[in-house]
C-alpha cells in the first residue's frame, strides 16, 4: 500500500492506499443537476494516464504527429494541455489539506476543478489537488502527480483476487439504479434510470466492439446484452446478416467453439488485466466489459417474489408491484464512446473515421 506525501514539505497528504484501475466511468458527465456518488472505493487510488482539465487546446492547434504521440489516432475537439497522470482518490481518503475559496470554478452545485488545483498542503500551502463535487460529475479528489510523491509504507498486502474468487463474490452492477437530482420543484428528489456505470461501460465497450467488428455486422447474445448494444451496432454497421459472432466469455462460463469471432470478457477490478481464453477462441478478439457489468450479463438477477407483509400472511409470496424500469431505451454514454475511439489506433482506418465524424455530426441517434 502507498500513501501520498506533499511534494514539497513531504506532509502526508492521503489515507493508506492500494492502486486499482481507473473505472470506466471516470470521465463521464452525466445529466443536468443530477448527484452522481464517490467515484473511486475508499481505501483505493488510480492513476489517468491522461491529462484532465485546462489549459486546453484546439484540434488545430496541434500537429498530428503530436496528437499521435500522445495516443490520439483521430480529431478531436480540444485537447487538455494539463501534467498527465494525476492520481484520483475518494474524497473521504485525502489528509492534511485545505480547500481554496478562489478556485470555485465554474460550478453549478459543488466544485468542478475548470481553476485548476483547489486543494493546498495545509503544512506548505502548496496546490496539491482538485477536488470534483458538482453536479453531473462523479465525486473524486485528483491529486497532481507533479505536486506529490508516492510512498510505500508497511501493512498487509494481500494478493489480488483469483477470477474464480471474484466469481464466487458475485459483486456485480446492477443495470438500473434511482438517481438522485438536485433543484427540483419540491427540493431533492429521484428517477429511475439506467445505471450510469453500464452507461459509461457500454460506450467504453462499444468503441472496441466496432473495431472488433472489421466493418461486418455483428450480432450479440440475446436478451440484456442485445438491449444494451444491439441496436448501436446496427445503426453504425452495415445491413445484412451477421457475419461476426459475439459471445460472452470468461471465468465460469463454457468455453467458447472456433466459430465464435468476438469475446466480450471481464477486466479485473484490481489489475486491470483483461480476461484471456485458451482452446478453440483464444483467436477471437476480446473485447473488455467492466467486471460488475460482465457478472450481470452471465448471470442476471432474477426478479423473485418476495414475502408479503402488512395484513398478509407471511408465508404468502407477493410479485407485485412490479420492479421499476426505465421507459427508455438504453444508450451508450457518448463520451466514453468517443473518448476510447479516437484512442485505438484502428480510428484511423476510412470507413471507422467516417463513422466517426458522422457522430461528431450528429448524423446517427444511437446516444
Not at 443536468?32 to 484540434?59: C, H, I, K, Y
Not at 505536486?147 to 466469481?167: C, F, I, K, M, N
Not at 470468461?250 to 466480450?264: F, Q, R, W
Request: hydrophobic share 40%; with cysteine.
Amino acid at each position: 500500500m502507498f500513501v501520498f506525501i506533499c511534494a514539497r514539505c513531504g506532509a502526508e497528504l492521503t489515507v493508506p492506499l492500494s492502486q486499482v484501475p481507473l473505472p470506466a466511468h471516470a470521465r463521464q458527465t452525466y445529466g443536468n443537476g443530477v448527484q452522481l456518488p464517490v467515484l473511486m472505493e475508499s481505501g483505493t487510488f488510480a492513476v489517468d494516464p491522461d491529462p484532465w482539465g485546462g489549459p486546453w487546446r484546439m484540434w488545430d492547434e496541434i500537429d498530428p504527429g503530436e496528437a499521435e504521440a500522445r495516443g490520439i489516432y483521430a480529431p478531436v475537439y480540444a485537447l487538455s494541455d494539463s501534467t498527465p497522470g494525476a492520481i484520483v482518490i475518494a474524497p473521504g481518503d485525502i489528509r492534511g489539506t485545505r480547500l481554496i475559496p478562489e478556485k470555485r470554478g465554474g460550478a453549478c452545485c459543488g466544485l468542478d476543478g475548470a481553476d485548476g488545483p483547489n486543494m493546498a498542503c495545509e503544512t506548505c500551502d502548496l496546490p496539491v489537488a482538485t477536488r470534483i463535487d458538482d453536479c453531473s460529475l462523479w465525486q473524486a479528489v485528483r491529486l497532481g502527480s507533479d505536486a506529490v510523491r508516492r510512498v510505500l509504507v508497511d501493512g498487509v498486502h494481500t494478493a489480488p483476487y483469483s477470477w474464480a474468487e471474484l466469481v464466487e463474490r458475485g459483486e456485480s452492477t446492477p443495470p438500473f439504479e434511482a438517481i438522485g437530482t438536485w433543484g427540483g420543484r419540491f427540493g431533492s428528489s429521484h428517477y429511475w434510470s439506467w445505471s450510469p456505470q453500464w452507461e459509461a461501460a457500454a460506450g467504453q465497450t462499444l468503441a472496441h466492439l466496432l473495431v472488433a467488428s472489421k466493418g461486418q455486422p455483428v450480432k450479440v447474445p440475446n436478451g440484456l446484452t442485445a438491449d444494451v448494444f444491439q441496436r448501436s451496432l446496427d445503426t453504425l454497421l452495415p445491413a445484412g446478416p451477421p457475419r461476426r459472432r459475439a459471445v460472452l466469455a470468461g471465468p465460469g462460463e463454457p468455453s467458447a467453439g472456433a466459430d465464435v469471432d468476438i469475446l466480450l470478457v471481464p477486466v479485473h477490478p484490481q489489475t486491470g488485466q483483461t480476461w484471456t481464453p485458451a482452446g478453440p477462441a483464444a483467436s477471437a478478439y476480446p473485447v473488455p466489459l467492466p467486471l460488475g457489468v460482465w457478472l450481470w450479463l452471465v448471470s442476471p438477477h432474477p426478479y423473485l417474489p418476495v414475502p408479503a407483509s402488512g395484513g398478509i400472511p407471511q408465508d404468502v409470496l407477493r410479485d407485485d408491484p412490479l420492479p421499476p424500469r426505465p421507459n427508455y431505451l438504453f444508450r451508450a454514454d457518448r463520451g466514453s464512446f468517443q473518448h476510447t475511439l479516437v484512442r485505438l489506433p484502428a480510428v484511423r482506418s476510412p470507413w471507422i473515421r467516417t463513422i466517426l465524424e458522422n457522430l461528431q455530426e450528429g448524423s446517427a441517434d444511437i446516444f
